[in-house]
Structures are given as C-alpha cells and as structure tokens.
C-alpha cells in the first residue's frame, strides 16, 4: 500500500496508574471487517455509519476502523480497498476469539467483543461493556506537516505489566464506490472509516513515547489518524485516540 512510516521511537518500561484520567466520553475501537463483494455486507457499512453519527452508548465515544478484507477479490470483484493485512487481521482475531473462521460482516469491539457486523443491538451491548473499565490512555498530536509528510507525537499509558502494540492506522472518512461484478454488481456503495494503511510503530510494557512521520502519498487520501493500543497478539485495546488530518 502507499504508505510509508518512519518512526523514531522512545518506548519504556515504565508502569502506568489504573486510574488513567479520560475524556467525559471513554473512546472505544469498534473494528468492521467487510467488502464489497459480500452482499451481506452494504447493511454493516450502514450500520457501521449509524453507529458513528449517533454515538448511541451515553460512557463511549466510538471511533471506527472499516477493514476490508481481500478473501471475497478471487470471487467476481476486487474490492478496492482491500489488502491482505486485514484478512490476516482477522484470522488472529478468530483464533483469539474462538471463532471457527473469519466471516463478514463482523464487528470486534475492544479487541474482546465479536458480533455480526449488522447487529445494532448487539453492537451497543459490547461497546458498553468494552467502556465499563478503561485501563489506559493515548494522546495523538500532529507536529510538523507538509504536502509530501505529517509527523505525529504518540503517548500512551496502560495496564502495568501487559506487553503491547501501538498502531496507527490511517482513514478515509468516506468514500462511495461502484461495483460492477460480483454479489454486489450494479449497486454504489458508500462507507465509512475506511482503513487505507495499518502499521504498528512500536512495542512496550506499560508506557509508550514516540514520534512517527507519515509520507503523504496523494493516493492513500487519509483523512485522519487513529492511533490505539493493543495487547500484543491481538489481544484487547487499552486506548484508542483519532486527530484528524488536513488536506
């Protein structure tokens, strides 16, 4: 993918407190894994919106990653904002999870929560639960920017002990496609949060500082930042932030 991260990294070892100070609204990751040669699929990209524009969880402030996975592309259409990382994505997912094989639509909230990805009611349900105990903290400041980069500081603290990854991803907030092949032929569909790079840029215990430097490539079109916190293995989110991006 067109997207390139240069990072220089400060991470430690150092603990953070389990009482992490957070917003009014505690931010969660509320992941959709799609594409676009699915015909179940346009349902969850609507719900996936709903759940933005509503904000229907009074604790939670969702913030949404869309994934398209490239498994359906052999099938009669190249969804075209598919790439293998978020299949193998997935896949980590179903064995963490024990699910007996990837599937779409599917929403992951949290890193611990899995429902069908047109579940609205369900949805609701996982997002309250994955905001009933927060148990860390990311800030995401954009420095420096240019039409060619964008550098962005990175901080984060979480649960003593537990080994995690910090990544960012980059998003297109909207975009509309149309489809010609496939289970989908003849429709336009429109999504949300499409992820158009994922990268991890550092791994610590506890606590992370860093810098990263985001290469601007005129086709990613990223319209923000979501950077958050996982346990290593793909395991739950501890904090999620989003800054948005200008053009």
């Known amino acids: 993918m067109a997207f390139l991260i240069a990072v220089l990294l400060m991470a430690s070892t150092a603990q953070a407190s389990s009482g992490a100070t957070v917003a009014d609204r505690i931010p969660v990751l509320v992941e959709l894994f799609t594409s676009e040669g699915c015909s179940s699929c346009p349902?969850?990209?609507a719900a996936l919106a709903r759940l933005l524009e509503e904000q229907p969880v009074p604790n939670a402030r969702i913030i949404a990653l869309g994934e398209h996975v490239d498994y359906w592309d052999d099938l009669g259409w190249r969804d075209p904002f598919?790439?293998?990382v978020f299949?193998?994505?997935q896949e980590?997912?179903?064995r963490r999870l024990g699910v007996s094989a990837p599937y779409t639509p599917q929403l992951i909230v949290g890193g611990r929560f899995q429902v069908l990805g047109n579940d609205l009611a369900g949805a609701r349900a996982a997002v309250t639960a994955a905001s009933s105990s927060p148990e860390g903290s990311i800030a995401i400041r954009v420095g420096s920017r240019s039409n060619a980069q964008v550098s962005l500081d990175v901080e984060a603290h979480w649960r003593p002990g537990v080994e995690a990854d910090v990544?960012?991803?980059a998003v297109e907030d909207h975009a509309t496609s149309t489809v010609t092949g496939g289970?989908?032929?003849g429709r336009t569909l429109t999504h949300v949060a499409i992820v158009k790079s994922l990268n991890v840029v550092g791994t610590a215990t506890g606590a992370?500082?860093?810098r990263a430097t985001l290469e601007r490539l005129q086709p990613l079109r990223a319209s923000r930042v979501i950077a958050f916190v996982q346990e290593h293995g793909g395991g739950r989110v501890y904090a999620v932030e989003s800054v948005a991006l200008t053009r």
């Open 43 to 45: 349902p969850a990209d």
């Open 82 to 84: 598919s790439a293998p």
């Open 87 to 89: 299949s193998e994505r």
């Open 92 to 94: 980590v997912y179903a």
């Open 167 to 169: 990544v960012l991803a």
């Open 183 to 185: 289970e989908n032929a």
């Open 208 to 210: 992370f500082s860093g």
